[in-house]
C-alpha cells in the first residue's frame, strides 16, 4: 500500500480559499448579530457626514476666495446644519416609532398649509423659485419637510386600511389626492426636483404595500405624459431637454455644466489631483458645492473617490431594505424602505445628471451636497431608519435582555418596545329589531310561518289540510282540560 503526499503547491492553493472562507463565514456572523443594520448603518451615516463636509469646503473655498470673502463662509454654516442635524438625528433615535406614527396626520397638514403660505409674498424667491421662508438669518424649505410627512403618513393610512387595498378606491384615496394636491403646490413654485422626488416617495409607498401592477403602467404613462407637457409649457425646461440631447449646441450658454462637468470628470483620472487642487470650482462649473458636487469628487479623489460614493449609497439600500425585511411591523417596513429607496434614488438622478445620463433637475446629492434644509432633513431621515434597526425582533430582545449595549449607552437610548400587532375584532352580533312605540317588552312578535309565506299564492295541499286540523284540534284539547283544571279547583 503506498501512500501519496501531498505537493506543497496544494496547500498554497488551499490556504486562500480557506482564508476567503474564514473572511466570509466571519462576517456572515457579524451580520447575523441583532444590531448589525444599526451599526451598519451608524458607520454609512458617519462616513457620509465626514465626506460632505470635506467635499463642501473644498469645493467652494476657491470660488468664496475669488469673490472676496471668507473661503470658510459656505464651510460654517453647512457645520451649523450638521451640528443641527445631528441634535435632531440623536432626538429621533430616541424618539418612540409608536408616537411618531401618530403625528405623521398633523405633520402632512402643517406641510400642505407651509405649501399653500410660501406661493404667498410671505415666500422667498430664490433661483426662479418661490420656495423658501426666510427669518433673519435663517432658511428653510418647507419641500423637504413635506417628503418625510408624506412617507410617514402614507404608510400609517395604507396600514389603517390593508384590509380594504384590494379595492382601488380604499388603496388610492386619501393618499394620492393628497398627493396630487401636494404636487400642484410644488409646481405653482415652481421646483421640478421636488416634484420628481416627491413621486418618488408615492410611488415607494404603492409599491411596498402591494399595489397592482397595471397601477404602475398608468403611472408611468401619467409621468410621461405630464412630462412632456411640462416640458413644452415652459421655456427653461425645455432648454434643459434639448441641452441635455445636445449639449454641444450652447457650449458657453445652456450647455456649460454638463459640459464642464465632464471635465472636471475626465481630469481626476483613477486617483484625483487631491483635495483642493481642482480647477472647476474656480468659477469653471456653476453651483459647484451643492448640485455638481459629485464632479468635484470625480476631479480631486478620481474614480477611487466616485466608487466610495456609490459603494456608500449602494450599503444604505443594502441596509435599509434589509431593516424592512427584518422588521415584523407593517408600519415599519413601508416607512423604512420608502426613505431608503428615495435617499438612493435621489443620488442616483444627481450622479446622472452629472454624468450626463439624466437632464438637469437641480436635485441635491444627499448629505455631500452644500444645503441647510437638505442635510437636516436627511439626518432625520437616517435616524429614523436606525430607530426603525433597532426596533428589529432580534435587536429588541437582545437591549431588553442584556442592555443598552456601547452605542446605546454612549448616546443614552432607551430600550425600543416590542411590536403588538393589534387584536382582532370580534365579530358583531346582529341588533335586535326596533320594538313598535306602545309596544310593551312582554307583548311578543306575530311568528311568521314562512312555510305558509312561501306558498300564499298556491291552493291548499293535502299536507297543510292536515296539519291545520291538527294544529285547531290540539288548541281545543288545551282549552279543555283547561277548563277543566279550573272547575275542581
Not at 481630469?267 to 487631491?274: A, I, P, R
Not at 472647476?280 to 458645492?289: A, G, I
Not at 436627511?378 to 431588553?400: D, Y
Not at 370580534?426 to 306558498?455: C, F, H, M, W, Y
Request: glycine share 12%.
Amino acid at each position: 500500500m503506498t501512500v501519496v503526499a501531498d505537493k506543497p503547491g496544494n496547500k498554497r492553493k488551499g490556504r486562500p480559499a480557506g482564508r476567503v472562507g474564514s473572511v466570509r463565514s466571519g462576517m456572515t456572523a457579524w451580520l447575523g448579530r441583532p444590531l448589525a443594520d444599526f451599526h451598519l448603518l451608524l458607520a454609512i451615516f458617519g462616513m457620509l457626514t465626514v465626506l460632505g463636509l470635506v467635499m463642501v469646503l473644498s469645493a467652494s473655498a476657491p470660488g468664496q476666495v475669488a469673490s472676496g470673502v471668507s473661503a470658510y463662509s459656505v464651510f460654517q454654516k453647512q457645520l451649523i446644519y450638521v451640528c443641527v442635524g445631528s441634535v435632531l438625528f440623536w432626538l429621533v433615535l430616541r424618539f418612540p416609532l409608536r408616537r411618531l406614527r401618530h403625528l405623521s396626520t398633523a405633520a402632512m397638514g402643517i406641510g400642505v398649509l407651509l405649501l399653500a403660505l410660501v406661493l404667498t409674498p410671505l415666500g422667498d424667491v430664490r433661483g426662479g423659485a418661490r420656495s423658501w421662508f426666510t427669518v433673519g438669518p435663517i432658511s428653510f424649505q418647507p419641500i423637504e419637510a413635506v417628503k418625510l410627512a408624506l412617507a410617514l403618513w402614507g404608510a400609517h393610512v395604507l396600514v389603517t386600511k390593508r384590509a380594504l387595498l384590494s379595492q382601488y378606491r380604499h388603496l388610492l384615496v386619501p393618499v394620492v389626492p393628497v398627493a396630487m394636491l401636494v404636487f400642484a403646490l410644488v409646481m405653482l413654485q415652481p421646483d421640478l426636483g421636488g416634484t420628481i422626488t416627491l413621486g418618488v416617495v408615492l410611488i415607494s409607498l404603492l409599491w411596498f404595500v402591494g399595489a397592482p401592477m397595471r397601477l404602475f403602467g398608468v403611472i408611468a404613462g401619467g409621468a410621461v405624459v405630464g412630462a412632456g407637457v411640462l416640458a413644452i409649457g415652459a421655456a427653461y425646461r425645455l432648454q434643459r431637454v434639448t441641452t441635455f440631447l445636445n449639449p454641444d449646441a450652447d457650449p458657453l450658454g445652456a450647455g456649460l455644466q454638463a459640459r464642464q462637468a465632464m471635465f472636471a470628470l475626465a481630469e481626476g483620472g483613477l486617483f484625483g489631483k487631491g483635495l483642493a487642487r481642482g480647477s472647476s470650482q474656480w468659477r469653471y462649473l456653476p453651483n459647484v458645492e451643492s448640485d455638481f458636487i459629485f464632479a468635484v469628487i470625480g476631479e480631486e479623489l478620481g474614480f477611487v473617490g466616485c466608487g466610495l460614493v456609490l459603494a456608500l449609497f449602494g450599503g444604505l439600500a443594502w441596509v435599509g431594505l434589509r431593516i424592512a425585511a427584518r422588521n415584523t411591523d407593517p408600519w415599519i417596513r413601508i416607512v423604512a424602505a420608502t426613505l431608503t429607496v428615495w435617499l438612493v434614488a435621489q443620488a442616483a438622478i444627481n450622479i446622472g445628471y452629472v454624468v450626463r445620463l439624466l437632464p438637469v433637475t437641480g436635485i441635491t446629492l444627499p448629505m455631500i451636497s452644500s444645503g441647510g434644509t437638505s442635510i437636516v432633513t436627511t439626518m432625520v431621515v437616517f435616524g429614523i431608519l436606525a430607530n426603525c434597526a433597532r426596533h428589529e425582533p432580534e435587536a429588541v430582545s437582545a437591549l431588553r435582555s442584556l442592555g443598552p449595549g456601547r452605542v446605546g449607552g454612549l448616546l443614552r437610548l432607551p430600550a425600543p418596545e416590542a411590536y403588538r400587532p393589534p387584536p382582532k375584532r370580534k365579530p358583531v352580533r346582529p341588533s335586535t329589531p326596533p320594538r313598535a312605540p306602545g309596544r310593551s317588552r312582554t307583548q311578543q312578535l306575530p311568528v311568521v310561518d314562512e312555510r305558509r309565506v312561501a306558498g300564499r299564492s298556491a291552493p291548499p295541499s293535502e299536507y297543510r289540510r292536515r296539519e291545520t286540523r291538527r294544529v285547531n284540534q290540539g288548541r281545543s284539547e288545551q282549552g279543555r282540560s283547561t277548563r277543566g283544571r279550573g272547575r275542581y279547583n
